[in-house]
């Protein structure tokens, strides 16, 4: 179901490919902050590289996390809201399915989450186990590894983040899918209010 547009903002930078018939455009743009102001400006960059507008896209795609807990909910909001102006199906894809995209199995994926802690999911032939949260010290990979926090011996990533996004998406948009969501598996970081909340007149 092509073209196709998948982007990402689960950490820090912002990323889009555009998956054409073609061939594939994409960018990544390192950035602590401002990724909500970013990407509809870069997407539509990217739209005018590959010379089609947004009324040409059959599809989109958005990574879910886990990662930035601001930044997986900006990509997610903009994905359901774009999904739903357009009237085109959109895939949520976690960034550790996309980690682990064109490697060889048995694979675990190993990403930093801080903390001393570590996103772990492991891939066979016979399909992913469950992500988790994990210590590092307490994972043993499976005999090749990716990702962030997998130390010396990981495999570089098979192609860039959202180009991965996009191509695990474009095997998914011809069937239902349940609408994009954040992949979180820890809780934010913000703490709630310790200011009294204000009182509610009658």
């Known amino acids: 179901m092509l073209p196709l547009l998948a982007f990402d903002t689960s950490a820090a930078h912002c990323a889009a490919a555009l998956l ?3 061939g594939v ?5 390192p950035m602590e902050k401002g990724q909500a102001e970013r990407l509809i400006p870069l997407l539509e960059e990217v739209l005018a590289e590959g010379g089609i507008g947004w009324a040409d896209l059959k599809a989109l795609a958005v990574g879910t996390g886990p990662g ?3 930044g997986v909910r900006i990509a997610v909001a903009a994905a359901r809201g774009l999904a739903l102006g357009l009237g085109v199906p959109a895939v949520g ?3 550790l399915e996309a980690l682990a995209h064109g490697l ?3 694979l675990t994926v190993m990403e930093d989450a801080r903390r001393g802690e570590v996103y772990v999911q492991d891939f066979t032939d ?3 186990g469950p992500a988790r949260l994990a210590t590092a ?6 005999p090749n590894v990716t990702g962030s926090a997998a130390g010396p011996t990981a495999l570089p990533p098979a192609m860039p983040l959202a180009e991965a996004i996009a191509h695990i998406a474009a095997t998914r948009a011809d069937t239902p ?3 994009p969501a954040p992949f979180y598996l820890r809780g934010a970081d913000a703490a709630p209010p310790s200011d009294p909340p204000p009182v509610i007149l009658p």
């Open 126 to 128: 016979t399909g992913p």
């Open 68 to 70: 930035n807990f601001t």
């Open 137 to 142: 010290d307490s994972v043993a990979p499976l």
């Open 20 to 22: 054409l018939p073609s």
């Open 104 to 106: 060889p199995r048995p």
């Open 25 to 29: 455009i994409q960018r990544l743009e």
């Open 93 to 95: 894809v976690t960034r």
């Open 177 to 179: 899918q349940p609408r």
